[in-house]
Nanobody, 122 residues
Framework: VQFVESGGGLVKPGGSLRLSCAVS????????MSWYRRAPGKERESVAS????????NYADSVKGRFTISRDNAKNTVYLQMNSLKPEDTAVYYC????????????????WGQGTQVTVSS
């Protein structure tokens, strides 16, 4: 099982980024997916989740209205479009697979990817 996150970078407040997470080693279309983030000195937190078909999404209050999660089951990839970025969005972002619960998933695989760093700073 592999999760390969990409798309992070340095962006100014108010800017946008689109993260991607390509997965392999399991049947992607069978699982819900979620994005998590870990800011310096903080616990990892869930950001957004999406059902296996993409028919339902859920967001943490801190990102609602600014972030959009989507998926392409033909490409085994989940995305996170991040708009109106704020300095407090600075974190390493990870994806995970499992059963959606709130803005996260009940993870079914133990491994995490390397994550992708998002830094929001002027």
């Amino acid at each position: 099982v592999q999760f390969v996150e990409s798309g992070g970078g340095l962006v100014k407040p108010g800017g946008s980024l689109r993260l991607s997470c390509a997965v392999s080693g399991f049947t992607f279309s069978n699982y819900g997916m979620s994005w998590y983030r870990r800011a310096p000195g903080k616990e990892r937190e869930s950001v957004a989740s999406i059902t296996s078909t993409g028919g339902s999404t859920n967001y943490a209050d801190s990102v609602k209205g600014r972030f959009t999660i989507s998926r392409d089951n033909a490409k085994n990839t989940v995305y996170l479009q991040m708009n109106s970025l704020k300095p407090e969005d600075t974190a390493v972002y990870y994806c995970a697979a499992g059963v959606p619960r709130g803005s996260g998933v009940i993870r079914v695989f133990g491994s995490w990817g390397q994550g992708t760093q998002v830094t929001v700073s002027s």
